[in-house]
């Protein structure tokens, strides 16, 4: 069974990978990544269950899949759009299988219920991937680190 947990209700085990999966693979894109700010994000801020920031840990069954967040503000030049989902890691093992786009699916429900009709997000790595499973294209947006990306929104239906 293909299912979202919140981070709140994760093993240490798990989370603890999580952070070292989000830490290695970020760190090589930004020197600004730092691995306590890391830790304390993911363990303190990213565990409420009903208010953002909430992280979210993707499994197949009892596999470890993924995981994502979702922030109110993400990029500090954009603080008008909001919610947004982060953060989006499918492990390398399992790319490539559908289960990028189901968790995409399954993280928009949960924006819906919690009240939101359109969910943003930024990427600089995986433009096609997100048009193909129903995001716009909104503009380029300068990313807190100087670089850019490209932002998308969805609509969501009720």
């Known amino acids: 069974m293909i299912r979202l947990v919140k981070f709140k209700n994760i093993s240490e085990q798990d989370l603890d990978k999580i952070i070292n999966k989000h830490y290695t693979h970020w760190k090589q894109f930004s020197d600004q990544m730092n691995l306590e700010d890391t830790v304390y994000k993911f363990k303190n801020l990213y565990v409420d269950d009903k208010e953002l920031p909430i992280g979210y840990a993707f499994y197949d ?7 994502c967040t979702l922030k109110k503000e993400e990029l500090a030049k954009y603080n008008q759009y909001t919610p947004w ?22 993280i928009s429900n949960e924006v819906k219920t919690l009240g939101y009709n359109t969910v943003y997000l930024w990427t600089d790595q995986a433009p096609e991937f997100y048009e193909k499973i129903g995001f716009s294209f909104l503009q380029p947006v300068e990313k807190d680190d100087g670089s850019y990306g490209r932002m998308y929104y969805k609509k969501l239906v009720k």
């Open 85 to 106: 989902i982060c953060s989006v890691m499918i492990f390398d093992e399992y790319r490539h299988q559908g289960y990028g786009s189901k968790m995409i699916e399954l």
């Open 61 to 67: 069954d009892d596999k470890l899949i993924g995981f």
